[in-house]
Every structure is written in C-alpha cells, then in structure tokens.
C-alpha cells in the first residue's frame, strides 16, 4: 500500500480530521504496516500491548473468548476505523481479542508516538473522547439487548446497527447487507446458533428478512412488524 494510499485513509479517520497533511505524513511515516490473514489472531485479550491500530483494508472482530472456545463480539471494525485505544491510554493488558474476519491490511502506531502527537494537536483529545463514548453507548444498547429482547430482536437490532453504516437501498425499497454467518450471529447477539437458526426462519417466514446471493435484505418497516 503506497504512502499517498495510507494519507487518504488518515484523512477520513475522525480522529484525526484536525491534522494538516504534514502531521499526518509524519503519522504515516511511523506506522507499521502489517498483512494478516482471515482468521489470525492481532492481539489477544491480556496481552501486553499499548499500540495503535487503524485498518487500511479489511475487517476485524473485538470478542471475549471462554476457555470453551465460546465467543462474544462486541464489535466489527472496517477499513478506517481504529482500535486498540483503550490500552493505548491507561498503558494496562488488552481487554478483547482482535481477530481478523477478512484478509486484512493494518497500520499500528506506537503508543510513544501517538502521545507525542497527543501534545501538539489537543483536539485529537476530543475526537478520540467522541468514539470512545460512541463505542460505550454501543455496548450498553448491546447488554441491554442480550437482557430485554427476544432472540429476533437482538437479531434485527444487531442487522440495523451495520445497515446504518454499510447498507444499501434497493429498487424495492429493501436494505441489501452483506450476509453473516448463524455462528457470527449468534456470538454478536449472545445467543445460541440453534436459536439463531429458528429465529431466521421465523424472519424470513414474515417478511422481515431475506437472503439472496450473499447477502441479506432487510424490509424497512420491520418494526412495524410482530415477531
């Protein structure tokens, strides 16, 4: 990925839409760029590490992991979105483990570097306080979620919540995502992959989803709808 690639990104990275474009050469040039594989693990949970990540192609999974191998998403980050913050300021373990969902590319900048950035460009402080807050309301809708809502809910919530940011309108007025697997369902949505499967059918049964080549369509007045 070339150095002019790696600026466009920067550029639309919120936290980072306050920087001249000779701060964010200077970010570029300390970044770190590295090729994972889908299914590869970048950190695990507890480790210790305090650096940056921004994806610059891709997609990654933030989960909790049992010593079952049972999993929990608790989130999807695509190409410009960042993680790894939360160790990057208090400098303690890694609290999820970040694994790989497509062949991806990632930038990692180094927890000193990024500090020093920090001193010259206080905004950064703000933007990187505006996503940390958006990522809490995120887990708090998804915990109460898990608590309140039947299994079709936190399905449709969860198919919602990337629809809003990835979806796409169809001639029929349908929202077009791309699909997801019973077994991803099931960990975003703290639900079992028996469950998730009969909750889909009961979806597709009224309307409210369908599945075609790959992807899922999604009926905008789903809401209006009883489950």
């Known amino acids: 990925m070339s150095n002019s ?6 550029k639309e990275i919120p936290i980072f ?3 001249s474009d000779e701060h964010l050469t200077l970010i570029s040039k300390g970044f770190k760029i590295y090729r994972v594989k889908k299914g590869e693990i970048i950190f695990y949970q507890s480790d210790e590490s305090t650096d940056l990540y921004i994806i610059l192609d891709g ?3 933030a989960c909790l992991l049992d010593p079952d191998g049972k999993e929990l998403i608790l989130n999807i980050f695509k190409k410009g979105d960042f993680f790894g913050e939360l160790s990057l300021l208090d400098g303690r373990p890694r609290s999820a483990t970040i694994i790989a969902i497509e062949d991806s590319v990632v930038g990692l900048l180094k927890r000193e570097h990024f500090l020093k950035l920090l001193k010259n460009n206080p ?4 933007s990187l306080l505006s996503a940390l807050v958006e990522r809490i309301r ?5 915990l109460g979620a898990m ?3 039947d299994v079709s809910r936190r399905i449709m919530k969860f198919l919602m919540n990337i629809a809003e940011k990835q979806g ?3 001639r029929d007025g349908l929202i077009r995502i791309k699909k997801i697997t019973h077994r991803e369902l099931a960990s975003c949505t703290g639900a079992s992959r ?7 059918k009961v979806l597709k049964f009224k309307g409210i989803l369908k599945e075609e080549e790959g992807f899922f369509l999604i009926s905008k007045n789903f809401e209006s709808c009883s489950f």
Do not use: G, P
């Not at 905004?123 to 703000?126: D, F, K, N, P, R």
């Open 138 to 142: 995120m887990t708090d809708e998804m």
């Open 59 to 61: 997609a990654v999974k």
């Open 17 to 19: 839409q306050h920087l």
């Open 5 to 10: 690639e790696v600026l466009k990104i920067l």
């Open 147 to 149: 608590v309140f809502l």
């Open 123 to 126: 905004m950064i402080v703000i």
């Open 168 to 170: 796409e309108k169809t």
């Open 194 to 200: 028996e469950a998730i499967t009969k909750a889909l």
